[in-house]
């Protein structure tokens, strides 16, 4: 397995992360090509390159940016999403804590491409050892001049997981509640006060100084054809080293948990794995073995690549607590705007819970699947569908434990 440095330089080992630090490993060298290629050469560039969305959904990054005006009277903005409220997530907080420096470089080259003056880190309020750093760094690179030809504002979210939704985050930085808004019909750029958006997750703009400072082919020989480049991919639970590990996308899940994991804690077998942060379809230790970590594979597999965030369980987990530990954070943190979303993830919590405590009967488990196809595809935004999803893997993939909660009920 190789060694991949592609979002970061190099992870310092003295964790320092001035700038001082920064450039003598290479930090703001890309700049540099700001005199060389123009604003739309640099989304070109991203284009080819074929830099996906490292947040969760995948899109083209270079799309993405294509789509914001050149020639606008109107003032345009770069939103960078450091909310990271997915539970499993924290590969962001890894970024901004060891080399801050490389965030504020992808900005700077983002906003050139981009034409934007105004750039907003929008992070969540509990990061507020995060904040310091920075917001430090941010500092010195005002102080360093790298900062005339656009600002960087960093912009406290309150601890609301929908915000990490692009246009909730947008909402809220409005200074409204945190609603996601209606999709447009056709493809368009995001709205801040109705100027132009761009909105990209806190690795997606890390990842933009490698790729200008060496080109596309150079991000391309890392990964696969359709997913290049490499991913932070946070690892939790029963694994004997969880941490955060950049890889190629492509390789074996089960090799990446074997390698950088050192395997299942204790000696013990692997059960099922979330692969992509809470909101993914969950895994079986059987499918694991087939899936390689690129997003083709696992959406054939009827899950997603997600944020990244693996969640490891061994062969002890009870999976319906395991459902009723998510559907307790998916009950809390609706943002309560669509009554499927609302409804049904209190009446799905509540389900789960009475299964749990071997109050339920088979009809409960055909009452959950027929809630959760309620709330698939009848709200504002993704929050309720990925409800659904999770709650249908988990009963179609482990039925058995459910039902073996109601025969013990029933005996």
Not at 360 to 382: F, P, R, Y
Request: proline share 4%; net charge negative; with cysteine.
């Amino acid at each position: 397995m190789r060694d991949c440095r592609l979002v970061s330089r190099k992870f310092h080992l003295d964790f320092s992360h001035t700038i001082e630090v920064a450039k003598a490993y290479g930090g703001y060298e890309s700049l540099s090509k700001m005199d060389e290629y123009s604003s739309t050469d640099i989304i070109d560039i991203i284009k080819e390159s074929n830099l996906r969305g490292k947040g969760g959904g995948g899109a083209p990054a270079g799309d993405k940016w294509a789509l914001m005006p050149q020639d606008s009277k109107q003032p345009s903005f770069l939103a960078v999403n450091c909310d990271e409220s997915e539970p499993g997530t924290f590969k962001d907080r890894q970024i901004i804590s060891k080399d801050p420096h490389l965030l504020i470089e992808g900005i700077i080259l983002t906003c050139y491409a981009i034409k934007a003056k105004h750039a907003y880190i929008y992070i969540r309020g509990e990061y507020k050892q995060f904040q310091d750093i920075l917001q430090t760094a941010i500092d010195e690179a005002y102080e360093a001049g790298l900062l005339k030809e656009c600002k960087i504002i960093l912009h406290r979210g309150a601890g609301a997981y929908i915000c990490g939704e692009k246009s909730a985050l947008l909402e809220s930085m409005e200074g409204k509640r945190g609603h996601p808004r209606l999709k447009p019909k056709q493809k368009e750029p995001e709205w801040f006060f109705d100027n132009p958006t761009l909105v990209n997750n806190v690795e997606t703009i890390a990842s933009v100084p490698f790729i200008v400072q060496n080109g596309a082919s150079a991000y391309r020989e890392y990964g696969t054809k359709q997913s290049p480049g490499t991913l932070l991919f946070a690892m939790s639970g029963h694994v004997e080293k969880p941490g955060v590990y950049e890889a190629e996308f492509g390789t074996s899940m089960l090799e990446y948990i074997n390698h950088f994991g050192g395997g299942i804690k204790n000696g013990k077998k692997l059960k099922a794995v979330i692969p992509g942060g809470a909101s993914t379809d969950v895994l079986t230790a059987d499918e694991v073995e087939k899936v390689t970590l690129d997003y083709e594979t696992l959406k054939s597999m009827r899950s997603a690549l997600g944020t990244g965030g693996m969640i490891v369980m061994d062969e002890d987990t009870c999976m319906v607590g395991a459902l009723k530990n998510l559907l307790e954070f998916y009950h809390e943190e609706s943002c309560g705007q669509c009554t499927p979303c609302r409804e049904g993830t209190g009446w799905t919590d509540k389900l789960v819970g009475k299964i749990l405590d071997k109050r339920g009967s088979k009809e409960d488990i055909d009452k959950l699947l027929d809630i959760a196809g309620t709330m698939n595809g009848k709200t504002i935004c993704v929050f309720a569908p990925a409800v659904s999803t999770v709650i249908n893997s988990f009963v179609r993939k482990f039925r058995d434990e459910f039902e073996m909660k109601i025969e013990r009920h029933s005996i």
